[in-house]
């Protein structure tokens, strides 16, 4: 972050993901840190994927996690943390493989918590934290 | 922080609040982010609202964590990340309303996760890390 | 950390610990900052202590985040902030008089999360952040 930016909060909407649907944003950003709200299997046009199986579920959480790392002026690579949150811990061998194609060569810290029922019956929540990009 | 403090971590102890219950601070500060506790919807005087509705107990509980943000050098409007317990996921749209109310204009990242649960028999918990002021 | 690290990921590798079970690091360093990775009641031999009591998984946990923050170039005094995943939450008063023995005078942000069935049928899992120490 640009030197007069350190001390500000900045909150972030990603263009190419569905409208946040309640009082939060994509991503927040501040003291060097990229905040990602927990991302739902919900597409850019905001269909729910609840009959979606876990690995296609899957792939559009983390999706949507990419989109709003990049809209945040920070990527994959940056990634410091990572929380999974799943409702059947059952699927935590499906989602490491899946993660492990997706996240490449970056093995930020990471957490799969096991949760009760997700909101509208999802099976998968991501959130993250990253490190800002510094400004050009 | 000021500069000989932004390596040290500095524990905060919010006099309006009831004492913890554990081996916990209220808040803790360092890197220039503060780190809010777990609050419960436990008054000030200690009173455990167990047996109050929904809305009452996370009225508590953002009045809790406010507390905590002013005690710590912060505010609201420096919330970068709000994580959200509750026990029943049927309770996110009411708590979205009665946040969207507190919050205002802030929207920091937020996560809304249920659990199993919660201590004390309680409805919900919340815990945030917000940005630091600088130093005046 | 030295000026030319600030803005890099640095994922730690601990020894002392059981190789990580899936796609992520021990620990990951970043803004000042370090993030443990969620951590099971596991041994450095990778034995799950799936039928030790309540009370030995908990020392095994705590053994283990304190060896990742040893690795991370940090220490217990320099925790910001601790997430404790128990899956009965009626665990709470045990883990907080183990955790203050291990803790001491330190006392980071906390909150204590009830989940669902944890991973290998575990009892709890813990995740934390701790402040960097400064680059000698």
Same mark, same amino acid.
């Not at 983390?62 to 996690?65: E, F, K, T």
């Not at 059947?88 to 989602?95: R, S, T, Y």
């Given at each position: 972050m640009? /030197?007069?930016q350190a001390?500000?909060?900045q909150a972030v909407g990603v263009d190419t993901l569905a409208a946040p649907g309640g009082h939060y944003s994509h991503a927040c950003v /501040?003291? /060097?840190l990229v905040?990602?709200?927990g991302q739902l299997p919900i597409t850019p046009n905001g269909v729910r994927l609840v009959d979606a199986s876990f690995e296609v579920q899957t792939l559009q959480v983390?999706?949507?996690?990419e989109a709003a790392l990049l809209a945040s002026g920070s990527n994959i690579q940056q990634l410091l943390q990572l929380r999974v949150y799943v409702d059947?811990?059952?699927?935590?061998?499906?989602?490491n493989t899946l993660y492990a194609a997706w996240a490449g060569a970056a093995r930020p810290a990471r957490a799969v918590v096991p949760t009760g029922p997700l909101h509208f019956g999802l099976?998968?929540?991501v959130e993250a934290i990253a490190l800002a990009l510094p400004a050009p």
């Open positions: 640009a /030197g007069d001390n500000k909060v /501040g003291a /060097g905040f990602i709200s983390l999706a949507n996690v059947d811990i059952a699927n935590w061998p499906l989602f099976k998968l929540e």
